[in-house]
């Protein structure tokens, strides 16, 4: 099982897609780890996220929009790097810390969470994560819980307020 690659160039392709060689992709591929995080240096910028490896035409891709476009500093233009590492999250993502102590403290929202798609539990993550403030995160995580417990699983219906 790989546990990550070395550093190799990249620049965006496409609609906001990176190219990876065959020879990274298909080790985590083979293992089933579809998922993967990873490190993206620029100059003396990098940053660390999570995305999926896709097939499409006979490559390997991986979703570099263009918030990550900003917060690393590239243009499509400019060639840089990307590093893949194995994922060891539980949803393929970080969880704020907010959020995780939301999840600690009611047992019963996160039964509901846990019955959720690996996507839509992805999706609600990534929506707590955009917010910087952390009561913000708060929030928005005890209102996802309090939806779930009601019964609702819409993911337009669950970020709403009561």
């Not at 846990?114 to 708060?138: A, M, P, S």
Request: no cysteine; net charge neutral; aromatic share 14%.
């Amino acid at each position: 099982m790989p546990t990550s690659t070395p550093r190799f160039p990249v620049h965006i392709t496409g609609t906001h897609g990176i190219v990876i060689p065959e020879e990274y992709a298909i080790p985590f591929l083979e293992t089933g780890q579809k998922r993967v995080q990873i490190k993206a240096f620029f100059k003396e910028n990098s940053f660390d996220f999570h995305g999926a490896i896709q097939k499409y035409q006979g490559q390997y891709f991986i979703s570099f929009g263009k918030r990550y476009q900003k917060e690393l500093g590239v243009f499509p233009t400019d060639f840089f790097e990307f590093q893949l590492l194995e994922n060891t999250t539980e949803y393929g993502v970080e969880i704020p810390d907010t959020m995780k102590e939301v999840m600690d403290s009611d047992p019963e929202g996160l039964s509901y969470f846990k019955k959720l798609t690996d996507g839509r539990k992805r999706g609600l993550i990534y929506y707590v994560k955009r917010f910087k403030n952390e009561q913000t995160q708060v929030d928005k995580s005890l209102m996802i819980f309090e939806n779930l417990k009601r019964g609702i699983t819409d993911p337009r219906e669950l970020i709403k307020p009561l």
